[in-house]
């Protein structure tokens, strides 16, 4: 009995013993397993902190980006070749058409009065001599009174020099009545041809009866462009009736140059307007600055009258300077310019990403640009795609948006 209780005294502490080693295996494992854990997302944390720090970073005209985020943004360079002398400069400018000021006519009115009729509407075609409005005036009928009343003394000033002559050729009166005579039909005559003139000059038309109507007739051929009256307005004798133009004439291009440009143009530069055959002559520079835009007017007369240019038309006109620049210029695809603060830019490649390079424009087209910038030399890398983005970038704009460099991948 006491063997018995022996073994299973026995039996006991080998199941505590082994219980008490499993139990300590199972929290070593699970210790283990925890720790791994740890490591595992410390590592984790690391590469994420590690790829959030690896973004486009901007100083000054300093770009930042690595070779995976040049990659990854679509970025294409080109490599500068040799510079070319003697670069003929072809500007581009942009403007408005608009009339020249021999095409504008002023219509006035010749008499006072009240607008009666107008005849035409704004837009209108009108021939030389057409009327255009018509014109109420009292000064007309007292023109035409006089012009009346003196014809009638003139027809008895005549019968009387007739008379006097025939008695003095009798012998009966002295030659200074007939003198006399002479004198006063001179007068007459010399007083229905100023009214005669004046009633010209107020429009009026037979000066045989009264007629209190006058017709404002256009001076020149071309279109009503605009009318300042109505119908019963009283006017003023001069007062502005509106303004025709002749559509006949070439027109004006008023173009905008920035300042930086503006030295490479001159009075009689050559000038094309895109989309159109007709081309023209720099005809004058303004001396001052518009506005905030720091622009200077210049003003191109058009050498013909071509239907593909329209009054307010906005253009796009090439000048062709005179004088061929002696600066070294250098051949970049258009795209590869950019516009801050009213100054062209290039991006550069250099070993830190890329660098903003002021350059002066001195010719450009839709597919290529010629340059001056005293930091240019053959075989460096300009950006040719992918510089809309780069700009934003250096901005201030989308760098948070720019893609970031993969870790496990690398460009060089």
């Given at each position: 009995?006491?063997?018995?209780?022996?073994?299973?005294?026995?039996?006991k502490?080998f199941?505590?013993?082994?219980?008490?080693?499993?139990?300590?295996?199972?929290?070593?494992?699970?210790s283990?397993?925890a720790?791994?854990?740890?490591?595992?997302?410390?590592?984790?944390?690391?590469?994420?902190?590690?790829?959030?720090?690896?973004?486009?970073?901007?100083?000054?005209?300093?770009?930042?980006i690595?070779?995976?985020?040049?990659?990854q943004?679509?970025?294409?360079?080109?490599t500068?070749?040799?510079?070319?002398?003697?670069?003929?400069?072809?500007?581009?400018?942009?403007?408005?058409?608009?009339?020249s000021?021999?095409?504008?006519?002023?219509?006035?009115?010749?008499?006072?009065?009240?607008?009666?009729?107008?005849?035409?509407?704004?837009?209108?075609e009108?021939g030389?001599?057409?009327?255009?409005?018509?014109?109420?005036?009292?000064?007309?009928?007292?023109?035409?009174?006089?012009?009346l009343?003196?014809?009638?003394?003139?027809?008895?000033?005549?019968?009387?020099?007739?008379?006097?002559?025939?008695?003095?050729?009798?012998?009966?009166?002295?030659?200074?009545?007939?003198?006399?005579a002479?004198n006063?039909?001179q007068?007459l005559n010399?007083?229905?041809?100023a009214?005669?003139?004046?009633?010209?000059?107020?429009?009026?038309?037979s000066?045989q009866?009264?007629?209190?109507?006058?017709?404002?007739?256009?001076?020149?051929?071309?279109?009503?462009?605009?009318?300042?009256?109505?119908?019963?307005?009283?006017?003023?004798?001069?007062?502005?009736?509106?303004?025709?133009?002749?559509?006949d004439?070439?027109?004006q291009?008023?173009?905008?140059?920035?300042?930086?440009?503006?030295?490479?143009?001159?009075?009689?530069?050559?000038?094309k307007?895109e989309?159109?055959?007709?081309?023209?002559?720099v005809?004058?520079?303004?001396?001052?600055?518009?506005?905030?835009?720091?622009?200077?007017?210049?003003l191109v007369?058009?050498?013909?009258?071509?239907?593909?240019?329209?009054v307010?038309?906005?253009?796009?006109?090439?000048?062709?300077?005179h004088?061929?620049?002696?600066?070294?210029?250098?051949?970049?695809?258009?795209?590869?310019l950019?516009?801050?603060?009213?100054?062209?830019?290039?991006?550069?490649?250099?070993?830190?990403?890329?660098?903003?390079?002021?350059?002066?424009?001195?010719?450009?087209?839709?597919?290529?640009?010629?340059?001056?910038?005293?930091?240019?030399?053959?075989?460096?890398?300009?950006a040719v795609?992918?510089?809309?983005?780069?700009?934003?970038?250096?901005?201030?704009?989308?760098?948070?948006?720019?893609?970031?460099a993969?870790?496990?991948?690398?460009?060089?």
């Amino acid at each position: 009995m006491s063997q018995q209780v022996s073994v299973l005294r026995n039996k006991k502490i080998f199941l505590s013993i082994c219980t008490l080693v499993l139990m300590i295996l199972g929290l070593g494992w699970a210790s283990s397993s925890a720790l791994n854990k740890s490591k595992a997302e410390k590592a984790k944390t690391q590469n994420v902190v590690d790829n959030q720090t690896e973004t486009i970073d901007v100083s000054g005209n300093q770009i930042l980006i690595s070779p995976t985020q040049i990659q990854q943004a679509d970025i294409q360079l080109q490599t500068l070749g040799q510079a070319t002398r003697e670069v003929q400069l072809a500007l581009t400018l942009q403007g408005q058409a608009q009339w020249s000021p021999q095409s504008k006519v002023v219509l006035t009115s010749p008499v006072a009065g009240i607008i009666q009729q107008v005849l035409v509407q704004p837009l209108a075609e009108v021939g030389l001599h057409s009327p255009v409005l018509a014109i109420h005036s009292p000064d007309l009928i007292q023109i035409q009174n006089d012009i009346l009343q003196i014809r009638a003394q003139l027809q008895l000033a005549s019968q009387n020099l007739a008379r006097e002559r025939s008695l003095y050729a009798e012998g009966i009166i002295a030659e200074k009545r007939v003198q006399e005579a002479q004198n006063v039909a001179q007068r007459l005559n010399i007083d229905l041809s100023a009214k005669q003139r004046m009633l010209q000059f107020m429009g009026g038309g037979s000066s045989q009866g009264l007629n209190p109507v006058v017709y404002v007739k256009s001076p020149a051929r071309g279109s009503v462009e605009s009318l300042q009256i109505s119908v019963g307005q009283y006017v003023e004798t001069g007062a502005v009736l509106g303004q025709l133009v002749n559509s006949d004439l070439p027109l004006q291009l008023m173009l905008q140059v920035p300042l930086a440009d503006s030295k490479y143009i001159q009075i009689g530069d050559l000038v094309k307007v895109e989309g159109c055959e007709i081309s023209g002559l720099v005809q004058q520079i303004s001396p001052a600055l518009s506005g905030n835009t720091q622009s200077q007017n210049v003003l191109v007369q058009m050498q013909a009258k071509d239907n593909c240019l329209k009054v307010q038309q906005f253009v796009k006109a090439n000048i062709q300077s005179h004088n061929p620049t002696t600066k070294t210029a250098w051949v970049i695809p258009s795209t590869a310019l950019t516009l801050k603060d009213n100054k062209h830019f290039i991006f550069v490649k250099n070993q830190n990403g890329f660098v903003a390079i002021p350059v002066e424009l001195v010719g450009a087209n839709q597919q290529q640009s010629h340059v001056i910038g005293n930091t240019l030399k053959p075989g460096i890398q300009v950006a040719v795609r992918g510089v809309e983005r780069l700009k934003a970038v250096w901005s201030g704009f989308g760098a948070e948006q720019a893609p970031s460099a993969s870790s496990s991948t690398s460009v060089n």
